[in-house]
């Protein structure tokens, strides 16, 4: 946990104010990039399937469900960070570690003590910002869930979406909107548009004028996991 990000995020977000911390973590922390060895990211996924009691074969459901729990982690202290602080955290996806708690859900994302001293409170430029992080964190971690799986990447790219929405609405649509590269990578109104930003493309406004996927997110696919609601463009389609 980072203090001076935790004490800001609000308490509708708590369960994920620990979602980045420094140091090397447990034994059990992964480096991302070892996520890249197949025999890696099978394990972790068998844990988390076994964890939940998710009695499925869909590789492609289970990694879709498996990314909602890490984007959450990630969206965050990221969006507080940016927010809040005016600064980015230092989440490049090749220097970052993962744990997991026991049921094999994303816990905590570490990052170097070091590079977090380092970062310095600056304005939400799109270098820095949100599109930052999708340059750095999110592109990589989309074409790694690809790579093992076969994946559609608009479909992680929808949950990231919903999720870092949902993240900036509660932390403040004011502060998001006067931190103008949040708002366009996400395509609110009023923003200017989020040049071809997978975030925007990956969502549509709802009846109720909140934002749904424009692609399902496959969890109908897994016993017992409920349904996203009218977040679901597929229960919008039957309506």
Sequence with gaps: MIEEIAERVP?????YRGGVATGPGSPDALPLTSLRDPDVFDAMLDRFSKGLDLDTTDRRALVSYWSQFYFAVLATP??????????????????TSLECDE????????????????????A????QGLAGLMDDHLHPF??????????????????AAVIFDYVAREIGEETALACADIASCLGWPGARAGAGSPLARALCPGASGCARRRVCCLRQRLPGVASCGSLCPLECADR
């Design 142 to 159: 989309v074409e790694l869930c690809r790579a093992q799986c076969g994946i559609a990447p608009r479909v992680l790219w929808g949950n």
């Design 103 to 122: 049921a094999g859900r994303p816990a905590c994302l570490l990052v170097p003590p070091d590079a977090v001293a380092a970062a310095r409170p600056s």
């Design 78 to 95: 990221a969006l507080t960070a940016l927010m809040c602080l005016g600064r980015p955290l230092p989440l490049a996806f090749e220097a």
């Design 11 to 15: 308490d509708s977000l708590g369960a």
């Design 124 to 127: 939400c430029a799109a270098a």
